[in-house]
């Protein structure tokens, strides 16, 4: 994707043959993820107009993205709709929010899809009329309703833990349907780059971000290491006192004149116009890494506190990322800490080593983190590289002799969900075990023979329903007696999460998927409900089959090592 | 006084008694939400 001012109008064709319509209410950096999503339809269905619905503080900003990608972009102004409401009231709000909403009706809208998340946009999504609806939207029971798989699973793993295997630019691609190729091996002149390294080194919340004397010494050794070269600091005008705590500290006095603080004097075309230049972008998880990824500019992303690398690295080839292995990383937004443990486990000396061998023009890989990297720093961190496969991205893991049970988990659900919503296959290579993360899948499997045992009993019970409705004299109590019974089973399954963790995401989703049962009548709810229980054996026994055949090849290495060592004696 | 915040309570407190009898909500009972839900997420983001 290319960032520029000049490149404004969407491909057009002569007759769109549908209009999709995408709702993303969220911020800056699920926009930009959003388009990236969208360049890729544009390129696949050029015949579609396709639309977007966003708020206008976080989209007008982004104008020279969005008119690239979109045919049109209706803004949500806020500000404009709650002007004077503290004194004039709700009616106001009222008639600006019917205004809005009649726009929108102009158009003949085919798919609604939302991709935002948030009670704000299920409801606005309530309110558009569109001929199928994808993501969540309120009914008029005020029931949040979701008919879509990828939609039911990001819904019930996506903000509940660490388990999500997949970048936000795929799941936008999954829920909207886009089936990417294979990504070609993109090529890049580095040569026409300036040697000039952008830093962003805030984020939106403190528990992201490392405080300002620690990027006192990542800048101080940065420009040390690499005399050609200077810094951009970069940032919003929020952001300025932040950045000036450390321009301004004594240890980076002598090195001033190769350091531009940038923070709040640019827009964020012109921001994307300095990425395009640079040779490095180095911060935190925030929207600087996305627009960067945008004009394919190396990233090295430091995720801390609640950010989840797997969604959140920038999207494309050339993404390093180094995140804690601190026992609670990532946490959840609302977690109490008073100490960011999480921030003292990243070593600078890991950021400037890597800072160094990218700006040589080099790459990262294990060999050199291993003969390059004191293993005392490795060992609080993890460090992924990004790459694609079947057109989607995957973290690889450089350091591959830490792996953990999360890690592990987040390849089986790949390939789990992968086969079982999008009927494609992963080829991800066995995870090697240690005694721990055995033990952990010893745990899962257990964990996963009562699931299994439980989708059972209520495919049984749903069919048992299916046949008294069906008989020539149903029975009301027998009935109630059954779905009293599949009822039990469902509160079973929720328990198991307590014992075996890492099964959340398939608990999760199942408890999503059957509140979203299909049909008007009891009949087709309970069909629904046997095809939603036999969905969850399916999905079991394929994780179940993952995890023993990960540990048979746990067990075949390390009796292969015990017999080589055998023979050696 | 915040007169916003005045009929925001009124408003919601009558959606929540529908909601409570298992009433059906109508569009305007939606947009009520949606305002609510769009003011308290300025509110959020203000503070960030």
Redesign the interface.
Known sequence: MKASNKESTPPQTEQPTATLCILQMTRFGDIIQTAQAIEELRTTHPQYRIILIARTQFAKPLDFLLRKNFDKVYHLDTKKIFNNSEINGIKNSLDCLNQFLGEISNEKIDVLINLSFSKSSSYLSSLIKSQHKIGTFFDLNNKIQINDKWSQLVYSTVMRGSLNPYSMVDIFKNIIGIKSPEKKSVSRIMTARNNTIIMHPFASQERKAWRAEKWVEVIYRTLKDNENFTIQIVGAKNEILKSQLITENPLLKTLGNRIQNLTGKTTLAELTMELKKAKLFVGHDSMVGHLAALSETTTLTISLGSVRPHETTPYHSFAYNISPRTKCFPCFPNDACSFNQCHHDIPYQIVTSSIKQLVDQKEINSEWLKLSVSSFHLSSVNFYRSGFHNGQMILERLIDNQIDTQDIFRNLYRITWSFIINNSEEKIPYPKLNNLTHKDLLDAMTGLQHLFELSEFGKKYSRYILEETSSETPSIARIKEYSKKIDEIDNLQAMVQRTSPGLAPIIDYFAVRKANLFGDNIVKLTESSYYAFEECAHLVSILFELIENTISEHKNGSNKATTRSDANK | ????????NR?LNRINDK?QN?S????ED??????S???E??LH?SK?
């Open positions: 006084m915040d007169i916003l915040k005045d009929d925001f408003e909601i298992n059906k909500l109508d569009e939606v947009k009520i939400i949606l305002l839900e769009l003011s997420e300025d983001e960030q």
